[in-house]
């Protein structure tokens, strides 16, 4: 998965080249670090790549002691800036570097480490793609075709490969393992790795992790037994949902062959992933899943959200999706809704259409309904490119939520929220300022009629823009009876209404409902 240190040299913009270490330069680089400490190695892990310009004096026997804690943590190799300090790189870094096996690569000073980090990080976002096109392919393989067991178990190894680990899973012959992609396993993991496997299967859970001496361990569920995939280094979130993934259509339990249609569709479930965040999404990984579509819209359905609880509708995706495939099926080419179900409703992705025919098509469906679902809401976002299909989700729920100030509508777009809707949603997202749970504890503290009065002087006097005279006039009271209960209402809450924003909180407060609005008594 990582770049290599000869991809690094390799590279003309970054211009590097190698003082020492050339028969190393197969290493591989999994992150970069910068520092100018005495020693740096506390806070390094395998594979580093070390930057640093040389900046503290070593002597020989320090430069030693510096590069066997290096060598000891099991970074990758150490750059060395030269042209800030030293125009070469020191001989005696040289020699400390080839004494314990450290390759030490020179940095020119037109080269900012940054350059160096941003490589590193692109290549390995580059191969995390290569690696999702290339096991999207097995996975679609295995959904779309009656897989027999033989098709199931050069997955696997193919997932091994992908990941440099060992697959363990429980056939009738007992505990199985791939032959390729993990290095040599002792008998001791052996064993263990075979009790956290019955573990998992007795427990019924979805997934698992499990850490067994310096192997991590991913497990995931299957049809059949559950899978244990095995290395010796962690799992990034990416890698754990294509294990999540591929164990979904895994059932070597029986002949599969007889079980047409096991699978579901290996786009929605990606999609799934990603959108609840158990998956990382990257971008990319949604225009992998939309090759040759250059835009589509994201639907939100649930639940009216000011009809408060509403029983779930476990069919109510498929029943939308269903309708928007039938009706929409005449565009060119024909758009194939992709359907994601989460905790409070239903997200569709509609490749290629955009968000007026699919808000209409919408709107016909859930006027159609005459039982519970025809209560249901949608949100449809505003056109985008696939790589924005997480933005555009969000743009969806929040035309969905929107609906709570417009029980009229079905149907909201995104294009049709008001600045209000925005800032609504935006005030919900927020959070409560802890000083509003302060002002209502003091206003408890009074009694409710002063209580009363004293919140409606002060909104009305927001309300008028602080002008006096339009606020009593508002309130019916003399200006100077409006003047001394504002001042009580300074006193009482702790705040000053001539500090813009002690009246911005307080304007909020009324906004949100944290503070009632109040009639004059």
Known sequence: MAPTL????????LDLSCATGHALLHRRVAHVHVAEVSDPSPWLAKDVLLLTTGLIDRSPAELDAFFAALAARGIAAVGFGVGLFVEDVPPAWIRAADAHEIPLLSIPLATPYIAVSEFVSQRLADRQLDQVRRMLDVQQRLAYSNATPDQQL????????????????????????????????????????????????????????AAIGGLFVHLASTAGSPL?????????????????????????????????GLAASLREQLITEAITGRMSADPRLFETLFPGTALCTVAFLGPAPHAGAARREPAAGLLLKSFLAAELAAGAPAATPLLSTVDDGFVLVLPALRDVPTAEAIERFLRAETGALGAWRAGVSSTGTPGGVLALSAEARRAQQATAGRPELRVLRAAELERADLLTAWLADSGEAPVFEVWRARLAELDPATGSRLLAAVHAFLLANG????????????RQTLNTRLRDAERELGVSLTDPTERALLWLAFETGALPTQPAA
Not at 6 to 13: K, Q
Not at 467 to 478: D, M
């Open 467 to 478: 002008g006096l005279e339009r606020a009593s006039e508002a309130l019916g009271v003399h």
């Open 228 to 260: 244990a995939v095995a290395r010796r280094r962690r799992y990034t979130p990416l890698e754990q949902g294509l294990i999540g993934s591929l164990a979904t259509f895994i059932d070597l339990s029986r002949d599969t062959a007889a079980l047409p």
């Open 154 to 209: 050069r997955a696997l190894e193919q997932l091994a490969e992908q990941l440099e680990a060992t697959v363990f899973w429980i056939a009738a012959e007992g505990i199985r393992y791939t032959e390729h992609g993990g290095g040599e396993l002792s008998q001791a993991e052996l064993r263990a790795l075979t009790d956290e496997l019955s573990r998992h299967m007795a427990s019924g859970r979805a997934s698992g992790a």
């Open 6 to 13: 000869a991809d690094l040299l390799a590279d003309p913009a």
